[in-house]
């Protein structure tokens, strides 16, 4: 009782449709998927992944803070102050790779450089690239990467979801298969023992030999062998679905045997929306299949990385300008003063290597990169609409397979029929009839691996286009 509860609260807590049957005992393959999508370790891991994207963000974010800064000394010897100086700061780095400053130089003492100008000094300007860093830099690049690195994550838990419901489902068909095949086993061992007991009457009553009876119990113990080796592989395949099925609290839950495949297994409500047409999946796989649209953001973040590299093939050419003003207040007094009139102060760095050595082999090595990763690209390509391409002829086949199995087992059970009628008026053998049966269960079994092979490969079918998420 207990697991039938904890099984009902898994399924109420994804606030899944009850269905007409006792919930608790039976699962479907809807239920299974919801659960996994809900509660299994690999995607909760997928949404760590995520978070820790954002935390590269935000921190590709802080090298565009503004900084404030502060710097304060003072040396004092045998009684003479030689300086004493202090020089509150703010920087303000922006998009543009431009960065604004403005701050407050004081300075006072008896032993200063001529240089240097006693008193308070504001300032206010900015230091500009002129040719190296100006188009893009290691900030830019690095806010840019981050934020197709935050998009890749999630693309990628698409990704990984969609590998983990595909082997979600096909534990689930194979546990639905092993059922369904024990079911069909237990029911010929009741229709054995019944055929068993009533030809032991006849035996009983004279009308029938000895050796009828042994025929009888030989098949019924056939059937009975099959039974418990098909109950055996019915008790894995649950294990097997249970590596799929975890609880809210990130424990493990082991399906119990006394839960079973719904009634209506055959009627897959799921199925029914799959697209199925071929050029219509092709043509989503190309444009949206999460392991394409990683590639496309991993060449995003390559060709970034391509124009940063392309920057140590330019000089370092960096002007910084200021404008002065005794005092922090007057920095605003005249907007208009032309820049090098008066009351400032710039410098200009430049700096090239000679061969460009670096620089040349870096962006070679970027460029190479790209390359690489488009022909992977292609190669993921072509393999997904292969795999698309063939699990639909696989579909195609299955599904004519499947008429063509039913066809052949319902004459099978008319042979069976007519045996059986044959057997009792005194015309046939339980030989016969034990032949003819074991081929029908043979038919049975193969229509029953037929079809849930069929559904499995409708689960496929979206998998290798991406959409089972």
């Known amino acids: 009782m207990l697991v039938k509860q904890i099984l009902l609260i898994l399924i109420l807590s994804v606030n899944m449709p009850l269905m007409a049957q006792d919930t608790s005992n039976t699962l479907n393959s809807k239920q299974v998927l919801d659960l996994v999508r809900q509660f299994h370790p690999v995607v909760k891991q997928t949404e760590i992944y995520i978070e820790e994207s954002r935390a590269s963000l935000l921190l590709a974010k802080g090298a565009f803070d503004p900084l404030l800064q502060g710097y304060m000394s003072r040396k004092s010897l045998d009684g003479v102050n030689y300086y004493s100086y202090s020089s ?35 300032y206010l300007g900015a230091s500009i690239p002129l040719a190296k860093d100006l188009i893009i830099d290691k900030r830019r690049a690095a806010l840019k990467q981050a934020k197709i690195v935050k998009t890749m994550a999630k693309v990628e838990q698409k990704a990984v979801v969609n590998d983990l419901l595909m082997n979600a489902v096909e534990a689930y068909w194979y546990w639905v298969k092993a059922y369904q095949t024990y079911s069909v086993v237990k029911n010929n061992v009741s229709i054995n023992l019944t055929r068993f007991e009533l030809v032991k009457k006849s035996y009983l009553n004279g009308e029938r030999a ?19 080796v098909q109950w055996l592989e019915f008790q894995n395949a649950g294990l097997q679905l249970s590596t799929f099925l975890w609880t809210p609290k990130n424990e493990p839950f082991i399906l119990p045997e006394t839960i ?32 394409l649209l990683v590639y496309d953001l991993k060449l995003d973040v390559l060709a970034i990385e391509s124009k940063l590299k392309f920057q140590e093939l330019l000089p370092k050419l960096d002007f910084e300008y200021n404008f002065l003003s005794k005092g922090y207040a007057n920095l605003y007094s005249d ?4 820049l090098f009139e008066n009351n400032y102060n710039y410098a200009l760095k430049f700096e090239v290597p000679l061969r460009l050595s670096q620089g040349r082999g870096n962006y070679k090595l970027a460029k190479l990169k790209i390359q690489d990763t488009e022909l992977s690209q292609n190669q993921k390509r072509i393999a997904i609409q292969v795999k698309v391409k063939s699990y639909y002829n696989e579909m195609i086949n299955l599904k004519a397979q499947i008429d063509l199995q039913t066809k052949n087992y319902s004459m099978y059970q008319q042979l069976v029929k007519a045996e059986e009628g044959r ?6 053998s339980l030989f016969v009839i034990n032949s003819r049966e074991n081929k029908a269960l043979e038919a049975l079994e193969k229509l029953i691996e037929l079809k849930t092979k069929y559904f499995e490969t409708l689960y496929a079918l979206q998998w290798s286009a991406g959409l089972l998420q």
Do not use: C
């Open 260 to 291: 079973t495949p719904q009634k209506d297994w055959e009627s897959e409500t799921t199925i029914a929306d799959f697209n199925v047409s071929l050029p219509d999946l092709l043509e989503r796989s190309n444009l949206n299949h999460p392991e």
């Open 335 to 338: 907007p208009l003063m032309p």
């Open 210 to 228: 000895a050796i009828d009876t042994i025929e009888a119990l030989t098949q019924l113990q056939s059937f009975q062998y099959l039974q418990n």
């Open 423 to 428: 057997f009792f008026n005194g015309e046939s």
């Open 88 to 122: 509150p700061s703010v920087t303000i780095p922006t998009w543009f790779g431009i960065e604004v400053q403005t701050g407050v130089e004081n300075l006072a003492g008896n032993r200063l450089d001529p240089s240097e100008t006693a008193g308070s000094i504001g």
